[in-house]
């Protein structure tokens, strides 16, 4: 089974890739590519340069790590690659719809609140951007689910926050406010 992993080049280009072990070889795809390419790594002494095998196609890379990601030099180009989890791009936000029609908007993965743009008792559309979490040097955009009275917002820009815990809670747009 491949593992999918989200690269982003230098903050503007975000690039999804499939990695499988097979029979103790490397395979890597571009999502959007058929055909898979057996890779190997190899580190040369002790030194950042390594050599990536392609398909047998030698390649010298420069690697410093960093975390979430790394300096990668190539040739004469250099890219800033932050890697992370692949998560499906329908997969808005995660939560649970709660009694009386509330929903709870809960974090997808532990991180650091970036932006909070939403208040209690503002109206929020399907998909308007709720919240910035950054997480693993990357930030995500968590959006409404549904259209709705932000009813609390339990957080503050600057807060660390586990995975699952509740962010932001939702009323449907008709319902009256908890009191």
């Known amino acids: ?29 571009r999502e959007d590519e058929e055909a898979w390419l057996t890779c190997e790594l190899s580190r040369v002494g002790d030194s950042e340069l390594y050599l990536l095998m392609i398909d047998n196609r030698p390649t010298e890379l420069y690697l410093q790590r960093r975390r979430g990601g790394a300096f990668v030099t190539v040739g004469r180009h250099t890219f800033d690659c932050a890697v992370g989890p692949w998560r499906p791009p329908g997969q808005r936000v995660q ?25 209690p008792g503002d109206e929020v559309a399907s998909g308007q951007v709720l919240l910035i979490i950054e997480s693993m040097k990357m930030n995500n955009e968590l959006r409404a689910p549904r259209a709705g009275v932000v009813e609390s917002v339990p957080i503050a820009a600057g807060q660390r926050v586990r995975a699952n815990e509740l962010l932001v809670a939702l009323r449907p747009p008709d319902a009256s406010p908890e009191g």
């Open 1 to 29: 089974m491949a593992q999918k992993y989200l690269v982003r080049l230098d903050e503007d280009e975000d690039v999804s890739f499939e990695v499988r072990r097979e029979d103790g070889r490397i395979e890597v795809r």
């Open 95 to 119: 939560g649970e719809a709660a009694a009386g029609g509330m929903f709870k908007v809960t974090a997808p993965m532990a991180g650091s609140i970036v932006e909070v743009r939403c208040r």
